[in-house]
């Protein structure tokens, strides 16, 4: 696959007052320095939930909050904002295929699509004309998150793939679907 990569390379965690704060910072080339981090310590979300950041010197504040799981927000129910505009977001669990689980998002005028490619440590985020492309060294902890565009990808792009890399995005394939059955349940029983 051609294009332009990019590594962040997790560094110490800080202490906040929601607990450790974990982040990850490195160069894009061309955008310059850019930061993942959960949970972000800036707002005033209820403790059940957890939220995601990523901001930068070229890149817009794009944030993700959602139900706190395993610290980190859920999928279901969530909230992607960029420089505090809402997205659209949606998904269909039971659909078959990883395409028809993806998570769909309108944004600035743009459409993206974001899919788990072989295996739960691979992610793309698909627009017409871009694709960012993106692996964790590890699942749960990586100590590297790369990423490869191509295409007219922008900091908007680079920037949405990142924060949901911090995003519990298991369910995206089959079987993290029924392992997120229980709990999916047990979300839904809280609401009556």
Known sequence: MG???FELQ??????GARGDVYLWTGDVGGLGRVELAFPAEHSDYPSEYCE??????SFPLVTYLGLRYLRRPLLARGELRVDWD????????????????ALRIRLKERTYTYVERGGKRRHELVRPGASVHMTRSSWRN?????????GDAD???IGVA???EGVYTRNLSLSGALVSLPGRFLNRFNDL
């Open 86 to 101: 809402p997205a659209d977001l949606s998904r269909n669990v039971w659909w078959p295929g990883r395409g028809g689980r």
């Open 162 to 164: 990142l924060v949901l």
């Open 3 to 5: 294009g332009l990569t």
């Open 142 to 150: 990586p100590s590297t998150i790369s990423g490869t565009w191509t």
């Open 52 to 57: 995601v950041a990523v901001s930068g010197e």
């Open 155 to 157: 900091a908007l792009d």
């Open 10 to 15: 997790r560094a110490a965690s800080v202490r």
